[in-house]
């Protein structure tokens, strides 16, 4: 009998061990499969965040266009809070055809707007839409010196005629300013809604 007790113990010896192998190699497998999945998910993260390779030329334009006049209207909106960056970006595409516009490109106005700034103007054809018909003529523009200054310029007009104070919402904004008459295009709201969802622009209003 003493014996087959001595004989017990040793197995019950052998067994601790093996668990505590056994939970060794959980443990270090564990985290082993925690650093897979977390380095997996950074991964994806940087790709994600990355122009792709497969981008056309009109695509990379696009996107260099988007954010040259993304970084102006952020600075702008942070200082003076008066138009979203996202209702700023998707006018100036609609507004200046990403800026292929000769307005964006001799005068540095992609917003359209008339008048002069600072004494200076030019005559450029545009289109409006006159008794719901469009008709093409050409008008008095302003010609600013840089595309920031025609940033915090149309910022000024748009919150002194079109657009009430403190709207944080690209929706309410573009819905307002149509309302408001800036653009005589009757789908004009629809339009930078569009522009806004189709190229995530919103993300720019959050900084």
Avoid: C
Wanted: proline content about 4%.
């Amino acid at each position: 009998m003493a014996k087959k007790k001595r004989r017990s113990k040793k197995n019950n010896s052998q067994g601790v061990a093996t668990l505590i192998f056994l939970l060794a190699l959980f443990v270090i497998g564990g985290g082993l499969g925690v650093r897979y999945v977390m380095n997996n998910i950074e991964s994806r993260q940087e790709q994600a965040n990355k122009p792709t390779n497969s981008e056309t030329p009109e695509q990379r334009q696009q996107r260099k266009f988007i954010d040259s006049v993304a970084k102006p209207a952020i600075n702008v909106y942070k200082d003076n809070h008066q138009v979203l960056p996202s209702i700023v970006v998707a006018q100036a595409i609609i507004e200046s055809n990403w800026g292929h516009s000769q307005l964006y490109q001799q005068a540095n106005n992609p917003f359209g707007i008339k008048g002069s700034y600072n004494g200076r103007t030019k005559s450029f054809p545009t289109t409006e839409y006159i008794n719901g018909k469009e008709e093409r003529i050409n008008a008095n523009f302003r010609v600013y010196p840089n595309l920031e200054a025609s940033i915090l310029d149309h910022d000024a007009v748009v919150a002194q005629q079109f657009l009430p104070a403190h709207v944080t919402n690209y929706r309410t904004a573009a819905k307002l300013l149509q309302q408001n008459g800036y653009a005589t295009d009757p789908t004009y709201a629809k339009k930078l809604i569009n522009v806004i969802n189709t190229y995530s622009l919103n993300r720019f209003d959050g900084y």
